[in-house]
């Protein structure tokens, strides 16, 4: 089974990017689909990006379309998530996800393998 460490996050401003990565091992990491979810405090995590096992496929929430963007780099074993024009309601604690399969999947209970999860804050 894979397992995923989460690390790039920090303080920025309003307006400000910041790139968080998902670094995988244990398994070969081109057969997993990778998702982002994020937490904030007193909410449920929720769906942001996630990409197809060869990159060719992603798929993001509405709040982050146009701002975000996920990729991966399969000779790394890594996975990214871009953020730009960052907004305070970005904050949040943001976790990768992985799956076997071969769509890309949206639901937090359709992934199987998760990080520790970064803390992203975005000052006002």
């Known amino acids: 089974q894979v397992q995923l460490v989460g690390s790039g996050g920090g303080l920025v401003q309003a307006g400000g990017s910041l790139r968080v990565s998902c670094a995988a091992s244990?398994?070969?990491?081109?057969?997993?689909?990778m998702g982002w979810f994020r937490q904030a405090p007193g909410k449920e995590r929720e769906f942001v990006a996630a990409?197809?096992?060869?990159?060719?496929?992603?798929d993001y929430a509405d709040s982050v379309k146009g701002r975000f963007t996920i990729s991966r780099d399969n000779a790394k074993n890594t996975a990214y998530l871009q953020m730009n024009s960052l907004k305070p309601e970005d904050t949040a604690v943001y976790f990768c996800?992985?799956?076997?399969?071969?769509?890309?999947?949206?639901?937090?209970?359709?992934?199987?393998?998760w990080g520790q999860g970064t803390q992203v804050t975005v000052s006002s």
């Open positions: 996800a992985a799956r076997r399969g071969v769509y890309v999947y949206t639901a937090k209970l359709e992934y199987d393998y």
């Open positions: 244990g398994d070969t990491f081109s057969t997993y689909v």
């Open positions: 990409i197809s096992r060869g990159g060719g496929t992603t």
